[in-house]
């Protein structure tokens, strides 16, 4: 069963910058299609960002590129997103997610199977 847990989330001042991480367990994730996504009070959750396990090709929302780098350590098992020049705007619960598939990258929590249960992430301005 796949397992994963984020860690990282707090506050920081608008401007700064955080890295999530995401532990990821019970599989080999060769063919999986990792991905961040956010919620904030009284909003749907968004996507954030994606990447492909092995081949390192990467997605981003718009509203975060230039901004948040995703990436992975096939070693430690473990994603990340790198949070900087942050706005108040970013906070949220940050999800990490996995899906199994042979290619594409997904962009839709509908279309992700594992999820983690979120980390907060607050901006003060």
């Known amino acids: 069963q796949v397992q994963l847990v984020e860690s990282g989330g707090g506050l920081v001042q608008a401007g700064g910058s955080l890295r999530l991480s995401c532990a990821a367990s019970g599989s080999t994730f060769t063919s999986y299609a990792m991905g961040w996504f956010r919620q904030a009070p009284g909003k749907e959750r968004e996507f954030v960002a994606a990447i492909r396990w092995s081949a390192g090709r990467t997605d981003y929302a718009n509203s975060v590129k230039g901004r948040f780098t995703i990436s992975r350590d096939n070693v430690k098992n473990t994603l990340y997103l790198q949070m900087n020049s942050l706005k108040p705007e970013d906070t949220a619960v940050y999800y990490c997610?996995?899906?199994?598939?042979?290619?594409?990258?997904?962009?839709?929590?509908?279309?992700?199977?594992?999820w983690g249960p979120g980390t907060q992430v607050t901006v003060s301005s």
């Open positions: 997610a996995a899906d199994w598939r042979a290619y594409g990258l997904p962009r839709t929590s509908e279309e992700f199977r594992y």
